[in-house]
């Protein structure tokens, strides 16, 4: 089927996700909202939340997708059941796909979670790596700093590094092998938390497992896309559409992206 599929979050965060879909599937068309005006979603209540998330959801069904990723940690959290209830496509989250990459790397089952105040008090990661390991010791840690730095597009300096540090802080005498990024914005700030943890620790995200998530659901379902013309992707943003433009063009590598303002009811 060559309709799109729709990518969510609550900015530019993401692009991660998309990214990782478009590496994974070349030929399929990205539609995509950032709701950078809203952002960041991880201090706000799980209600306000919920209704940020269908009103894009909605949209996107408006725009006619095949499936939905909610490419949001915390929108996921809160979000996924109720949407997969009742849109009438596919509806993925990328918190199962973060726990099970994170699975697969951890030799010593010691794993970090660096996510928003919202993830974190949802405990679904944990419920997430404790369902796929019994074994596995999660260590959450919420890092409030970390989404506003990427949206402001300010995240090269050395100023990140030391912001990231100083978020990093309270699990430095922890013992840990790996860190899942339980937050799409983070992999923005992958070098910096790197960094932070040292050589010894995998930093893993949840694109790549949620863009092979997509592939698995797309072709069980015959509904990859077939047209011969390259894809022609199309993004939206609540907010400054400047500063999201120059974030998703350096983040995708790619120039003169279609991009579009779009705004919600209150
Ligand atoms: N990128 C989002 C996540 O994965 C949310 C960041 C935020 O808005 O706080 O949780």
């Excluded at 959450?140 to 590094?161: H, I, K, N, R």
């Excluded at 010894?200 to 592939?215: F, G, I, P, R």
């Excluded at 896309?225 to 995708?252: M, N």
């Excluded at 579009?260 to 009811?265: A, G, V, Y």
Aim: aromatic share 6%; proline share 6%.
């Amino acid at each position: 089927m060559n309709a799109p599929i729709g990518v969510i979050d609550s900015g530019v965060g993401g692009l991660t996700v998309a990214k990782a879909i478009m590496e994974l599937l070349p030929n399929e068309t990205i539609y995509y909202i950032g709701d950078t005006a809203r952002c960041p979603y991880g201090p706000r209540s799980k209600q306000e939340v919920r209704n940020f998330t269908w009103q894009m959801a909605k949209a996107l069904e408006k725009m006619n997708v095949k499936m939905l990723v909610i490419a949001c940690n915390t929108a996921t959290a809160v979000a996924l059941e109720s949407l997969q209830k009742h849109m009438p496509f596919p509806v993925l989250g990328v918190i199962n796909a973060g726990a099970r990459a994170a699975i697969k790397e951890t030799k010593r089952n010691e794993i970090v979670v660096l996510a928003t105040e919202g993830t974190i008090k949802s405990g679904a990661y944990e419920e997430a790596v404790k369902s796929l390991s019994t074994k596995a010791k999660v260590i959450p840690l919420a890092c409030p700093t970390f989404v506003p730095l990427v949206e402001s597009g300010e995240y090269e300096g050395q100023f990140s590094y030391n912001l990231v540090e100083k978020g990093l802080k309270p699990i430095e005498n922890e013992r840990f092998d790996t860190v899942i990024l339980g937050c799409t914005h983070y992999p923005i700030l992958q070098k910096q938390i790197e960094a932070a943890v040292g050589p010894d620790v995998h930093v893993l995200s949840s694109a790549q497992e949620t863009a092979k998530d997509v592939e698995a659901i797309l072709s069980y379902k015959g509904e990859l896309r077939t047209e011969k013309e390259p894809p022609q992707h199309v993004f939206h943003a609540s907010g400054s559409v400047p500063i999201f433009r120059s974030i998703a063009e350096r983040w995708l590598e790619q120039g003169a992206l279609d991009l579009h303002k779009i705004s919600f009811e209150k």
